[in-house]
């Protein structure tokens, strides 16, 4: 069966980075769109960022824009999160997602349309 685990949360400074990582397992990750979701206490879960299977397109969440870059490296079945000039309302619990649609080309923002999801990894951004 698919399994996603992340890795790379923890605590950073306003304005520090962190780089999440999640690893796929189980299934054809080069084929589908993966994305990048948080959920901060007491809120929705909300779409982050997305990426196609080929990484030839990328879609970000307004609030991360210019800051967030999500990356994959197909070979290695891994996603990517890099986060930049972070600051404390982007504290959350970060989860990797993974799609069931293969090779679409467009990166769906509602979680319901990813099947597949991480255990989560902890963000906490300190002012």
């Known amino acids: 069966q698919v399994q996603l685990v992340e890795s790379g949360g923890g605590l950073a400074q306003a304005g520090g980075s962190l780089r999440l990582s999640c690893a796929a397992s189980g299934g054809a990750f080069s084929s589908y769109v993966m994305g990048w979701f948080r959920q901060a206490p007491g809120k929705e879960r909300e779409f982050v960022a997305g990426?196609?299977?080929?990484?030839?397109?990328?879609s970000y969440a307004d609030s991360v824009k210019g800051r967030f870059t999500i990356s994959r490296v197909n070979a290695k079945n891994t996603v990517y999160l890099q986060m930049n000039s972070l600051k404390p309302e982007d504290t959350a619990v970060y989860y990797c997602?993974?799609?069931?649609?293969?090779?679409?080309?467009?990166?769906?923002?509602?979680?319901?349309?990813?099947?597949?999801w991480g255990q989560g990894t902890q963000v906490t951004v300190s002012s």
């Open positions: 990426i196609t299977w080929s990484g030839a397109s990328t």
């Open positions: 997602a993974r799609s069931n649609t293969a090779y679409a080309t467009s990166i769906l923002t509602w979680p319901g349309r990813y099947p597949y």
